[in-house]
């Protein structure tokens, strides 16, 4: 299964995949054939990626939120300040 969303994730962390590498321990083929889906991801090299890169697996796997602002949670009114139509 490729990582879509691993060489998006190194590339705004600023790092080539030898700077990768060299934070994972991982070898710069294993990263290259993780972002080309030429390799399964085991365990292990998920949680070191992720820890690297400040990602979460989702992030890695092009399943997270998409590039951008993060959205701001909506505040509602209390609902003793909505007023209800009362019937009659």
Avoid: C, N
């Amino acid at each position: 299964m490729k990582l879509r969303g691993l060489r998006q994730a190194r590339q705004r962390s600023g790092l080539s995949i030898s700077q990768l590498a060299d934070l994972t321990g991982l070898r710069r083929d294993t990263i290259t054939h993780l972002e080309h889906g030429k390799e399964e991801p085991q365990p292990y090299v998920l949680r070191r990626l992720a820890a690297a890169l400040s990602a979460s697996s989702a992030d890695l796997f092009g399943l997270g939120a998409p590039d951008g602002p993060a959205p701001q949670p909506v505040e509602h009114a209390p609902s003793e300040s909505i007023p209800v139509p009362m019937g009659g």
